[in-house]
C-alpha cells in the first residue's frame, strides 16, 4: 500500500497530510502569523508564574508568558515521592488484572504513559497545601489553546525523541501498545530498564520496534541532555520565560506521524525541502533517498487531491458512496453524529440495507474523526437494527477502522437505542475552529428567523407604537425581504394598521440590514 507524507507551504501557514492509497491518515496545520510564534505548542516547556489558586477547582493559573493565562490541575501540580509513585504503579496493575476498565480502550502511542501520569497519586491532598500565589513553577503544554480556552499544563515533564520519550519525573519503564509482538515487548523492555536511572522513566515509541540498544541509548542520552539544559536555563531566567520550544512543524510531522513505512515525502517549498532533508540526513536515516521536492504548476494538495478531502471535512453533510450520508455537528464538549440511508434503498431486505449503509457509515466516521481531529465525547447514532449479530458486526468494523487512528479512544457497545458513545483524546483545535470562524450573520448558531417571524414581530411591536403615537406618521426600516413580505398580498397588514389607527406607514428597505433587523420612527409632533 502506497503511504506518502505531503507538506505544504504558503507564506508563514504549514500544511501536512500523511496519505495512504488517496486517504488521509493524519493531517496537521500551523499558522505562524495569526497569533504570534509563541503560541504554546504541545511539547513547549514554560518557567511559570503562579497568578491564582483556585481551592474550590482544585487547580491554578499560571503565568507563561502568553495572553492567556495556562490551566494547571491538582493531579498535574503534584510531584509525588518515588515510594508513592511504586504504590499506585501496583494498584493499576492489580486493576488493569481485574479488568476494571469499561468500553473497548483503543490506545495511542503514548497510552501507557498517560496511565501513569493520570494517575490520582494524593486524592487527599488539596493544591493549597504545595502551591500559593507567586510560586515559580516548571510546566509543560500538555493541550493547546482550544476555542475560548487557555493552554492546559503540568508538571509532570516528557521529552519525546524518535524512538522514546524521557520522563524526569516519573519513574517508569513502557512499551508503545502499538507494538503487539510479545516477544519484540519483552525485548524492549529489557533494554529500556538497562537504559534508565532509578527514579526516572523512559517510553519506546512505535518506531523503536527492532531498534538496537545503541539506537535507543543514544536518542535516551539526547533527551536527558535537552532536560538539563532546560534546567540550567529555567534556573537562571525570572517567570515568564520560555525554557524550551519543541522543534518546528516540518521537524515535528518528520518525527511525530512519519513511519519508516512511508514510500515518499513530498515537500513544495525550496526552504522547506531543504529543512526536511537536512533533519533526515542527522536523524533519520531510514528515510534517506525518499525525500523529493515538488515543483509542478498545481498545487501540491490540489495535485493529490487533499484540498478536496479538507472541504468535505468543513462540511456537516457527509456523502456516502452508496448515497447514504453522515451529518458531523460539533459542540463546545460533544460531537454528535447521525447517519441516515438517503438515496440508498437496498436490493434485498431493509435490515440488510441499514447494515450496508452502517458499515460504510463506520468507515467514513472514522476517517472524518481522523482529518477532523474531533475530540472528547462523541455519540454515534446508528441507524437502528433488529439483529444483536448485526450490532456486534458494526460495533467491531468501528473498532477495526479506529486502529488506523493515532488518537487514543475507548467505545462503549451499541446500546438497545442505536447509539455508540465513544471518547477521543484532544491534544489541539479542531479543523473547522482552526480553519473557519463563526457565521458573523447568525454569529454562529446556523439559523437565521424567517421573514415570515420577523414581519410578525415587526407587527406587534408596530402595534404598541401607534397606540402610543401622537404624529400621523410612522417609518419603518428593514431588510427587502421584510418589506417585500410586510406589503405583499399574503398579510395586507399595512392598509389593515393604517386603517385602525388613523396613520400612515412609509416602509424604506436597507439592503445593509440584517434579516432580523429593523427600526421603527414615529414622527412626533
Same mark, same amino acid.
Given at each position: 500500500m502506497s503511504k506518502e507524507l505531503i507538506i505544504n507551504q504558503t507564506l508563514n501557514e504549514f500544511r501536512a497530510a500523511l496519505i495512504e492509497n488517496g486517504e488521509i491518515i493524519d493531517f496537521l496545520m500551523y499558522r505562524g502569523n495569526e497569533v504570534g510564534e509563541n503560541i504554546p505548542s504541545v511539547g513547549n516547556i514554560y518557567k511559570g508564574k503562579v497568578l491564582k489558586v483556585l481551592p474550590g477547582m482544585q487547580s491554578a493559573f499560571v503565568d507563561i508568558g502568553w495572553e492567556k493565562a495556562a490551566f494547571l490541575y491538582v493531579d498535574d501540580a503534584y510531584l509525588p515521592t518515588l515510594e508513592e509513585q511504586r504504590q499506585m504503579a501496583e494498584k493499576a496493575k492489580q486493576a488493569e488484572q481485574e479488568g476494571s476498565r469499561v468500553g473497548q480502550v483503543i490506545p495511542d502511542e503514548l497510552s501507557t504513559l498517560s496511565e501513569v501520569v493520570n494517575m490520582k497519586f494524593r486524592p487527599d491532598l488539596s493544591i493549597e497545601s504545595f502551591l500559593k500565589e507567586g510560586d515559580e513553577v516548571v510546566v509543560q503544554v500538555a493541550k493547546e489553546p482550544i476555542s475560548t480556552k487557555g493552554p492546559r499544563v503540568t508538571r509532570h515533564v516528557t521529552l519525546a525523541g524518535r524512538h522514546v520519550v524521557f520522563m524526569p519525573y516519573i519513574e517508569h519503564t513502557g512499551v508503545s501498545r502499538r507494538i503487539?509482538?510479545?516477544?519484540?515487548?519483552?525485548?524492549?523492555?529489557?533494554?529500556?530498564?538497562?537504559?534508565?536511572?532509578?527514579?526516572?522513566?523512559?517510553?519506546?515509541?512505535? *518506531?523503536?520496534?527492532?531498534?538496537?540498544?545503541?539506537?535507543?541509548?543514544?536518542?535516551?542520552?539526547?533527551? *536527558?541532555?535537552?532536560?538539563?539544559?532546560?534546567?540550567?536555563?529555567?534556573?537562571?531566567?525570572?517567570?515568564?520565560?520560555?525554557?524550551?520550544?519543541?522543534?518546528?512543524?516540518?521537524?515535528?510531522?518528520?518525527?511525530?506521524?512519519?513511519?519508516?513505512?512511508?514510500?515518499?515525502? *513530498?515537500?513544495?517549498?525550496?526552504?522547506?525541502?531543504?529543512?526536511?532533508?537536512?533533519?533526515?540526513?542527522?536523524?533519520?536515516?531510514?528515510?534517506?533517498?525518499?525525500?523529493?521536492?515538488?515543483?509542478?504548476?498545481?498545487?501540491?494538495?490540489?495535485?493529490?487531491?487533499?484540498?478536496?478531502?479538507?472541504?468535505?471535512?468543513?462540511?456537516?453533510?457527509?456523502?456516502?458512496?452508496?448515497?447514504?450520508?453522515?451529518?458531523?455537528?460539533?459542540?463546545?464538549?460533544? !460531537?454528535?453524529?447521525?447517519?441516515?440511508?438517503?438515496?440508498? !434503498?437496498?436490493?434485498?431486505?431493509?435490515?440488510?440495507?441499514?447494515?450496508?449503509?452502517?458499515?460504510?457509515?463506520?468507515?467514513?466516521?472514522?476517517?472524518?474523526l481522523r482529518l477532523r481531529n474531533c475530540g472528547g465525547i462523541i455519540i454515534i447514532d446508528f441507524i437502528d437494527m433488529e439483529k444483536e449479530e448485526n450490532r456486534k458486526q458494526v460495533y467491531q468494523a468501528l473498532l477495526e477502522a479506529l486502529k488506523k487512528d493515532r488518537a487514543?479512544?475507548?467505545?462503549?457497545?451499541?446500546?438497545?437505542?442505536?447509539?455508540?458513545?465513544?471518547?477521543?483524546?484532544?491534544?489541539?483545535?479542531?479543523?473547522?475552529?482552526?480553519?473557519?470562524?463563526?457565521?458573523?450573520?447568525?454569529?454562529?448558531?446556523?439559523?437565521?428567523?424567517?421573514?415570515?417571524?420577523?414581519?410578525?414581530?415587526?407587527?406587534?411591536?408596530?402595534?404598541? !407604537?401607534?397606540?402610543?403615537?401622537?404624529?400621523?406618521?410612522?417609518y419603518v426600516y428593514a431588510h427587502p425581504e421584510v418589506t417585500a413580505r410586510l406589503c405583499g398580498s399574503d398579510l395586507d397588514v399595512i392598509e389593515t394598521l393604517e386603517s385602525a389607527y388613523s396613520k400612515q406607514l412609509i416602509l424604506r428597505s436597507e439592503n445593509s440590514y440584517h434579516v432580523e433587523q429593523y427600526e421603527i420612527f414615529p414622527q412626533e409632533y
Open positions: 503487539e509482538n510479545e516477544e519484540e515487548r519483552d525485548r524492549l523492555k529489557g533494554v529500556l530498564d538497562s537504559i534508565r536511572p532509578e527514579g526516572t522513566g523512559i517510553i519506546a515509541r512505535t *518506531v523503536a520496534e527492532g531498534q538496537s540498544y545503541k539506537v535507543l541509548k543514544n536518542d535516551y542520552n539526547m533527551l *536527558v541532555k535537552i532536560w538539563k539544559d532546560v534546567l540550567k536555563s529555567a534556573e537562571k531566567a525570572k517567570a515568564p520565560f520560555t525554557a524550551y520550544q519543541d522543534l518546528n512543524f516540518i521537524q515535528r510531522v518528520l518525527r511525530d506521524i512519519t513511519d519508516e513505512d512511508v514510500d515518499q515525502i *513530498v515537500v513544495d517549498s525550496k526552504e522547506g525541502y531543504k529543512e526536511a532533508d537536512k533533519f533526515i540526513q542527522r536523524l533519520l536515516p531510514n528515510l534517506k533517498g525518499k525525500i523529493k521536492h515538488y515543483e509542478e504548476d498545481t498545487p501540491i494538495f490540489e495535485h493529490y487531491g487533499i484540498d478536496l478531502e479538507i472541504e468535505r471535512g468543513l462540511a456537516n453533510k457527509v456523502f456516502l458512496r452508496s448515497g447514504g450520508s453522515i451529518n458531523i455537528d460539533q459542540t463546545e464538549a460533544l !460531537v454528535s453524529i447521525d447517519v441516515n440511508t438517503g438515496k440508498f !434503498v437496498g436490493r434485498k431486505t431493509l435490515e440488510e440495507t441499514i447494515l450496508k449503509t452502517n458499515l460504510e457509515a463506520v468507515k467514513e466516521i472514522a476517517y472524518q487514543k479512544t475507548n467505545v462503549l457497545p451499541i446500546s438497545g437505542l442505536g447509539l455508540v458513545e465513544m471518547t477521543r483524546k484532544r491534544t489541539r483545535d479542531t479543523l473547522t475552529r482552526v480553519m473557519c470562524d463563526p457565521c458573523p450573520y447568525c454569529e454562529g448558531t446556523g439559523r437565521v428567523k424567517s421573514t415570515i417571524t420577523v414581519c410578525y414581530e415587526i407587527v406587534r411591536e408596530l402595534t404598541k !407604537v401607534l397606540k402610543k403615537c401622537k404624529g400621523t406618521k410612522v
